[in-house]
């Protein structure tokens, strides 16, 4: 019988080089790997199936009704029975570009997609620079979606240090957020944990964030170490930087015990703000 209080999510880690169509197979045995060990939630890391690079984002991005990558995630997520979160993709719609995480139901349907809402655009020297919005629009939405189990929250990589996006996900009944991210070597063992217990902490939810595997041969050498928190704070479980899946069970009677024995969500004074 499905409990739905109680699920396993899977947060997939996979390499990416320079050659799509191995990405997209790679993500693809990693999300069957991850159902066949009872996973009913798997999310993939921030562009899963591009390199993390301003020249070639364009070259990879795909349109949402004529996409390989989209297609391999609907008919293995029907396949399965499972809901995937696509980690996130380059996006071409018109003109414009986007860093883009669509998500896919049981039944292979897009149930919701998420933009990037706030783009990497950092410079510290002489350690790590990027400009997103050289390639990308920004995203204009809080994403937030049903499932069997509970309301998901899916926003992407630098989004989260902006507090603000998690605690509205919270408002409208989150449960469980999944960040779906590519950090760096500079800002990964600086921040990385710190902003996934703060994120899981303060709105007392199941937080997870999933990088790409390393590639010593790219530019841009993203942190791994994709991680979750329970709501209490507590980090269930960190990979390293290589390929790996990393599992975790939900327990939503959780979720409710810790706010209603620290009930920090019902004693915040909003009459103080304007928020
Ligand atoms: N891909 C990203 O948005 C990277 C964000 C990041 O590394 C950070 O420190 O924030």
């Given at each position: 019988m499905c409990q739905r209080n109680k699920f396993k999510i899977a947060l997939c880690q996979t390499l990416v080089e320079?050659?799509?169509?191995?990405?997209?197979?790679?993500?693809?045995?990693f999300i069957e790997e991850a159902a066949d060990n009872g996973a009913k939630v798997i999310s993939l890391g921030e562009m899963f199936n591009c390199p993390y690079r301003n020249d070639v984002f364009k070259?990879?991005?795909?349109?949402?009704?004529?996409?390989?990558?989209?297609?391999?995630?609907?008919?293995?997520?029907k396949k399965k029975g499972v809901y995937i979160i696509g980690g996130s993709i380059p996006e071409k719609e018109?003109?414009?570009?986007?860093?883009?995480?669509?998500?896919?139901?049981?039944?292979?349907?897009?149930?919701?997609?998420?933009?990037?809402?706030?783009?990497?655009?950092?410079d510290i020297k002489g350690k790590v620079k990027m400009k997103e919005s050289d390639t990308f629009d920004y995203g204009e939405n809080i994403t937030v979606f049903d499932?069997?189990?509970?309301?998901?929250?899916?926003?992407?990589?630098?989004?989260?240090?902006?507090?603000?996006?998690?605690?509205?996900?919270?408002?409208?009944?989150?449960?469980l957020i999944i960040v779906p991210a590519a950090f760096n070597n500079v800002t990964g063992p600086a921040h990385w944990e710190i902003l996934?217990?703060?994120?899981?902490?303060?709105?007392?939810?199941?937080?997870?964030?999933?990088?790409?595997?390393?590639?010593?041969?790219?530019?841009?050498?993203?942190y791994g170490h994709s991680i979750i928190s329970d709501p209490f704070g507590k980090i269930l479980g960190e990979l390293e930087e290589?390929?790996?899946?990393?599992?975790?069970?939900?327990?939503?009677?959780?979720?409710?015990k810790v706010r209603n024995e620290l009930p920090i969500l019902k004693h915040r004074r909003l009459d103080l703000s304007k928020i």
């Open positions: 320079d050659n799509k169509e191995a990405n997209i197979n790679r993500a693809l045995k070259e990879y991005a795909e349109e949402e009704d004529n996409s390989n990558t989209l297609e391999m995630l609907s008919s293995i997520a018109g003109k414009k570009y986007y860093n883009t995480s669509y998500i896919f139901d049981r039944e292979g349907k897009i149930i919701a997609k998420h933009r990037k809402i706030h783009l990497f655009d950092i499932t069997q189990y509970c309301k998901i929250g899916v926003a992407i990589c630098y989004d989260i240090r902006f507090p603000e996006v998690f605690r509205i996900m919270v408002q409208k009944g989150v449960k996934v217990r703060c994120r899981a902490v303060d709105n007392q939810v199941y937080f997870g964030a999933v990088s790409p595997a390393r590639n010593e041969n790219e530019s841009y050498l993203a290589k390929e790996s899946i990393l599992y975790c069970d939900v327990d939503l009677d959780y979720v409710e």
